[in-house]
């Protein structure tokens, strides 16, 4: 997958029933739902914090560069995390 593949001025919101949170017991971030619960990596569960509503796609890499400062696929991790959240229907983009 490319950035080419992915607005980065769109904004993801977590879809309705999905809840992002952490979970002391799984010592991580994880994803709630109504089925189950996805537990995240910690780049996953970083680039979850940002998803707020608010940061568009552009804006969540450059806090994580801010965080993490400038690793060279930060970019293109975030780009390939919003577009498998979005075809596992975790996150809208709009």
Do not use: C
């Not at 919101?13 to 999905?18: L, N, P, V």
């Not at 568009?56 to 993490?68: D, G, H, P, R, T």
């Amino acid at each position: 997958m490319n950035k080419a593949a992915l607005d980065l001025n769109l904004i993801p919101t977590w879809r309705q029933g999905y809840r992002f949170q952490f979970e002391p017991a799984q010592n991580g971030f994880v994803i709630l739902y109504p089925e189950g619960m996805i537990k995240l990596n910690e780049s996953a569960g970083a680039i979850g914090q940002y998803i707020d509503g608010q940061n568009n796609v552009s804006s969540i890499i450059a806090e994580l560069k801010q965080q993490f400062g400038d690793v060279a696929d930060i970019e293109q991790d975030v780009v390939d995390y919003m577009l498998v959240a979005q075809q596992q229907h975790w996150i809208d983009l709009r």
